[in-house]
């Protein structure tokens, strides 16, 4: 029986190919997006999203808007990395996929009460939508299977020395989500720096010869392009889709359980996840941490959503 699961994303690059990868697999039952101030200002990421769902036909699934600004600080986007519109590169429709009304925290909340068996919340963005959503709809919780966060990692950073992006920009709502007690999974840069967009993988998709492969194509050229200018990287890692992934079959990934906090004071390491892997802390485990993807399964599964979606 397909997981119902909601996707909470900042598209972005990578949110786009998640969403396609959540939207295409058997396993997953997508019951709604939403969206949040992250990669580009809501307004641009909720645009991104009702376009990507116009592109790839996904018109069943609703759309709604969430946080435009993190709890307690002001927004820095990833315009370096993902450009201005927050998903540069090829041209997109125009959304024919409405909006829904309600807040992002509201279409949460209206899921889980709604759905017969616990909802999986994958959030691939800054956590300030969940971190919301748990603190105004206190039953909110007991309805979630897990929270499964593409964010932090048990090395350094991409956004600053010791922080990843999502949690950085808002660290006070990772916080609360990582406090919070329902049963979660970190996918960390350690993890998704193991899923790069090769050559080889551009090659197999460029070979479906569909539009959108074509799109798709065009977002790994333009993402390899700000990641080798600003990181070195041979190829973009696409970090969203493995949060999606382990969702959707948690064989791919190898997890282990410790204890993990966020650093929301330091000086020089705000937005820091504090992984203990060798138990130095003497607390008990908080999270499931990935720790090694099978990369090869991993890309069959988005290159077989993007074919599936294309046709």
């Known amino acids: 029986m397909a997981v119902p699961c909601i996707l909470d994303c900042d598209p972005g690059h990578d949110d786009a190919v998640a969403m396609l990868l959540a939207a295409a697999s058997p396993a997953l039952d997508l019951r709604a997006?939403?969206?949040?101030?992250?990669?580009?200002?809501?307004?641009?990421?909720?645009?991104?999203?009702?376009?990507?769902?116009?592109?790839?036909?996904?018109?069943?699934?609703?759309?709604?808007?969430?946080?435009?600004?993190?709890?307690?600080?002001?927004?820095?986007?990833?315009?370096?990395?993902?450009?201005?519109?927050?998903?540069?590169?090829?041209?997109?429709?125009?959304?024919?996929?409405?909006?829904?009304?309600?807040?992002?925290?509201?279409?949460?909340?209206?899921?889980?009460?709604?759905?017969?068996?616990?909802?999986?919340?994958?959030?691939?963005?800054?956590?300030?939508?969940?971190?919301?959503?748990?603190?105004?709809?206190?039953?909110?919780?007991?309805?979630?299977?897990?929270?499964?966060?593409?964010?932090?990692?048990?090395?350094?950073?991409?956004?600053?020395?010791?922080?990843?992006?999502?949690?950085?920009?808002?660290?006070?709502?990772?916080?609360?989500?990582?406090?919070?007690?329902?049963?979660?999974?970190?996918?960390?840069?350690?993890?998704?720096?193991?899923?790069?967009?090769?050559?080889?993988?551009?090659?197999?998709?460029?070979?479906?010869?569909?539009?959108?492969?074509?799109?798709?194509t065009g977002w790994m050229t333009f993402f390899a392009s700000t990641y080798l200018a600003r990181f070195g990287f041979a190829g973009p890692p696409v970090h969203d889709p493995c949060a999606v992934a382990l969702a959707i079959d948690p064989t791919l990934v190898r997890c282990v359980e410790t204890f993990v906090a966020i650093e929301t004071e330091g000086r020089w390491t705000r937005g820091a996840t504090v992984v203990d892997l060798h138990d130095r802390l003497g607390r008990p485990p908080n999270a499931r941490v990935a720790m090694a993807l099978d990369a090869e399964r991993f890309w069959d599964l988005v290159i077989g959503a993007v074919d599936a979606l294309g046709r």
Not at 71 to 86: D, F, I, K, P
Not at 121 to 144: D, F, K, Q, S, Y
Not at 183 to 205: E, F, K, S, W
């Open 33 to 216: 997006i939403t969206t949040v101030a992250g990669n580009g200002t809501l307004d641009k990421v909720t645009l991104n999203a009702r376009r990507v769902c116009t592109l790839a036909g996904i018109r069943d699934v609703p759309i709604a808007a969430g946080a435009d600004r993190p709890l307690q600080r002001a927004l820095e986007t990833a315009a370096h990395v993902h450009g201005e519109s927050a998903l540069d590169g090829p041209a997109l429709p125009d959304p024919d996929v409405p909006l829904d009304p309600r807040p992002a925290d509201e279409l949460i909340a209206s899921v889980v009460a709604e759905s017969d068996e616990p909802v999986t919340l994958i959030a691939v963005g800054p956590l300030t939508n969940v971190a919301t959503a748990l603190e105004r709809h206190p039953n909110l919780a007991a309805g979630l299977r897990e929270i499964v966060v593409m964010g932090g990692s048990t090395e350094r950073g991409n956004h600053a020395p010791y922080a990843e992006f999502n949690i950085y920009v808002d660290p006070e709502a990772a916080d609360r989500v990582f406090t919070s007690g329902v049963p979660l999974t970190m996918v960390g840069l350690n993890l998704t720096h193991q899923a790069i967009a090769t050559p080889a993988v551009v090659d197999r998709l460029r070979a479906l010869d569909t539009e959108l492969a074509r799109v798709v």
